[in-house]
T-cell receptor, first 109, second 117 residues
């Protein structure tokens, strides 16, 4: 079954601390993975995609096929990073994105 | 550009009624997708439409239907509403059809919050 698991509902860190939001997936084909973010009172928006191997707002994510993971990392958290983060898996040719349950990141001053 | 726009933003219906939700994609975007987001969960895929044709369907009953118009706007219809249909319904648009190997961005609207009493 195709599935995305984000084990933490809430992750709370202090400003300047490292952040790692966990994402594990289950998919039999070649996975296409994304991180979407929703800031307070804003729309859900794309943060980054694995195929681009990019760093956005200091965040990076590496696809680990052996561990079927796509964890989101940032070395030094900022207060403006506080948001809901969703990991998503692209599923075949239907255009379907399978989202995890989301992790709320709370960065305390 | 205002981005993806959805209407209405909030609505309340009773069980058994019918609802129509509307979505206007970003100008130039040909694909529209619909997602249901129940409180505390991630969005769940309902449909993808591209060039007025259904190109993907999630695991939802036939009470859910949608269509896309020549101007690429879209409607989501839900018949015989159940209490469990209460959710935020998100519309998203993309330039092209989302498919394997195309990792284009989905642009989401603010959603239509449906409450079924």
């Amino acid at each position: 079954a195709q599935r995305v698991t984000q084990p933490e509902k809430l992750l709370s860190v202090f400003k300047g601390a490292p952040v790692e939001l966990k994402c594990n997936y289950s998919y039999s084909g070649s996975p296409e993975l994304f991180w979407y973010v929703q800031y307070s009172r804003q729309r859900l928006q794309l943060l980054l995609r694995h195929i681009s191997r990019e760093s956005i707002k200091g965040f990076t994510a590496d696809l680990n096929k052996g561990e079927t993971s796509f964890h989101l990392k940032k070395p030094f958290a900022q207060e403006e990073d506080s948001a809901m983060y969703y990991c998503a898996l692209g599923s075949g040719n239907t255009g379907k994105l399978i989202f995890g349950q989301g992790t709320t990141l709370q960065v305390k001053p | 550009d205002a981005g993806v726009t959805q209407s209405p933003t909030h609505l309340i219906k009773t069980r058994g009624q019918h609802v129509t939700l509307r979505c206007s994609p970003i100008s130039g975007h040909k694909s529209v997708s619909w997602y249901q987001q129940v409180l505390g969960q991630g969005p769940q895929f309902i449909f993808q439409y591209y060039e007025k044709e259904e190109r993907g369907r999630g695991n939802f009953p036939d009470r859910f239907s949608a269509r896309q118009f020549p101007n690429y706007s879209s409607e989501l219809n839900v018949n015989a509403l159940l209490l469990g249909d209460s959710a935020l319904y998100l519309c998203a648009s993309s330039l092209e059809l989302l498919r394997q190997g195309y990792t284009g961005e989905l642009f989401f609207g603010e959603g239509s919050r449906l409450t079924v009493l």
